[in-house]
Antibody, heavy 121, light 107 residues
Framework: EVQLMDSGGGLVQPGGSLRLSCAAA????????MSWVRQAPGKGLEWVSA????????YHADSVKGRFTISRDNARNTLYLQMNSLRAEDTALYFC??????????????WGQGTLVTVSS | EIVLTQSPGTLSLSPGERATLSCRAS???????LAWYQQKPGQAPRLLLY???IRATGIPDRFSGSGSGTDFTLTIGRLEPEDFAVYYC????????FGQGTKVEIK
């Protein structure tokens, strides 16, 4: 059974930083692309960042480009999202998501429960 | 970037009724790489369909998908109480964006 355990969320001031983690289990982590998807309170889903199975290629939405960095440690079966220069509009529930393949095209076949990031002074 | 329009925004139906949800893309979705997700309140989304019409593991057969090109449909044959939720479409071939969602609520 696939398990994705998101963590690292919390309250941070505007301009601050936070690192999210996602511990994966139940599948061969290095052979699947991974993504972060967020959901602002009461809003829809927004894809944030993606990384290929090998970690060789990363992608970020325009809204976070230059501020967020996705990475993975395949030896530790862990996905990360480093978030810098945080803004109020980054406040959201962040989901760790498993892709259905190592690289595109892939759909999102498993989701973590999410970790809440609140950016406020 | 593909822009998705889901309609209606909200669908008010009774248990046992049939639900028809639409997802329209601003440009053709390659090879029917279209997925549907369901999200219940307080829960993470879950995959329902991929390839426009292929049910994910464990998804009941009252859920079906159709369409190609720019127009796709999710149909729920007979609504069960647990089907009242928000549904999102996503063209995963050339984009990672989601539609804005359709809420299926109890009438």
């Amino acid at each position: 059974e696939v398990q994705l355990m998101d963590s690292g969320g919390g309250l941070v001031q505007p301009g601050g930083s936070l690192r999210l983690s996602c511990a994966a289990a139940g599948f061969t982590f290095s052979t699947y692309a991974m993504s972060w998807v967020r959901q602002a309170p009461g809003k829809g889903l927004e894809w944030v960042s993606a990384i290929t199975g090998s970690g060789g290629d990363t992608y970020h939405a325009d809204s976070v480009k230059g501020r967020f960095t996705i990475s993975r440690d395949n030896a530790r079966n862990t996905l990360y999202l480093q978030m810098n220069s945080l803004r109020a509009e980054d406040t959201a529930l962040y989901f760790c998501v498993k892709g259905s393949a190592a690289s595109r095209p892939y759909f999102f076949d498993s989701w973590g429960q999410g970790t809440l990031v609140t950016v406020s002074s | 970037e593909i822009v998705l329009t889901q309609s209606p925004g909200t669908l008010s139906l009774s248990p046992g009724e049939r639900a028809t949800l639409s997802c329209r893309a601003s440009q053709s979705v390659s090879s029917s790489f279209l997925a549907w997700y369901q999200q219940k309140p307080g829960q993470a989304p879950r995959l329902l369909l991929y390839g426009a019409s292929i049910r994910a593991t464990g998804i009941p057969d009252r859920f079906s998908g159709s369409g190609s090109g720019t127009d796709f449909t999710l149909t729920i044959g007979r609504l069960e109480p647990e089907d009242f939720a928000v549904y999102y479409c996503q063209p995963y071939g050339s984009s990672r964006t989601f539609g804005q969602g359709t809420k299926v609520e109890i009438k």
